[in-house]
């Protein structure tokens, strides 16, 4: 069975600076995908960035990246530039192909952004 | 993109009440899903929503606790049913146009509390 595992439950980052969330899972399978969301409180939950596990380059969308290991199974996502409208709770997420669309999500990063 | 609505966004329930909620996409969409998300915990898919055919559950949910409908491309309902102080937790419906490596849209989910 695939798991998802975000090792951090609470985090915090000065505006303007950088933070690493990290996240792992475990899996046999050798195609998958792998997502973080975003979910601002009282706020619907939001694709920030997605990967392949096929593709080498890591993903980028603006402020966010991700370090994809595929060997260590690491997905971690690195925020640059941290703004107060990044507080949320993120999560880490997997998919494999074959199974119908299914998202298996990690326990959560809670970050706050402090001015 | 999809913009997904959900009704109701919370409600207050007796114990051993059902209580329906409904998941409307503003387009046609192949897949629709429903998770749980219980207070301060990660999401938990319950099922996929199948068009035209019954939902497939995951283990630990049961058709008859969380009956399931999907009667065109744009809508489905989830039911609680018989409810438990346990079953109190946020429930989000999601959707994607297709299986697999794409984006899972998020309605805002309905926060459910169950006395």
């Known amino acids: 069975a695939q798991t998802v595992t975000q090792s951090q439950p609470e985090m915090s980052v000065q505006e303007a600076e950088t933070v690493t969330l990290s996240c792992t899972y475990d899996t046999s399978e050798s195609n998958y995908y792998l997502f973080w969301y975003k979910q601002p409180p009282s706020r619907q939950m939001i694709l920030v960035i997605r990967?392949?596990?096929?593709?080498?380059q890591n993903a980028t969308e603006n402020r966010f990246s991700v370090n994809f290991q595929k060997a260590a199974k690491s997905f971690s996502l690195k925020i640059s530039d941290s703004q107060l409208g990044d507080t949320a709770m993120y999560f880490c997420a997997f998919m494999t192909p074959n199974q119908g669309g299914k998202l298996i999500f990690g326990q959560g990063t809670e970050l706050s952004v402090k001015p | 993109s999809a913009v997904i609505s959900q009704k109701p966004s919370r409600d207050i329930c007796q114990r051993g009440t059902s209580l329906t909620i409904q998941c409307q996409v503003d387009?046609?969409?192949?897949?629709m899903f429903w998770y749980r998300q219980q207070p301060g915990q990660s999401l938990t898919l319950i099922a996929t929503?199948?068009?035209?055919?019954?939902?497939?559950?995951e283990s630990g949910f049961v058709i008859d606790k969380f009956p399931i409908s999907r009667p065109n491309l744009t809508f489905s309902t989830l039911t609680v049913s018989n409810m438990s102080p346990e079953d109190s937790s946020i429930y989000l419906c999601?959707?994607?146009?297709?299986?697999?490596?794409?984006?899972?849209?998020f309605g805002p989910g309905t926060r459910l509390t169950v006395l």
């Open positions: 999601s959707a994607s146009r297709t299986q697999g490596y794409n984006e899972q849209f």
């Open positions: 929503a199948n068009q035209g055919s019954e939902a497939t559950y």
């Open positions: 990967q392949e596990a096929y593709k080498q």
């Open positions: 387009s046609q969409v192949t897949m």
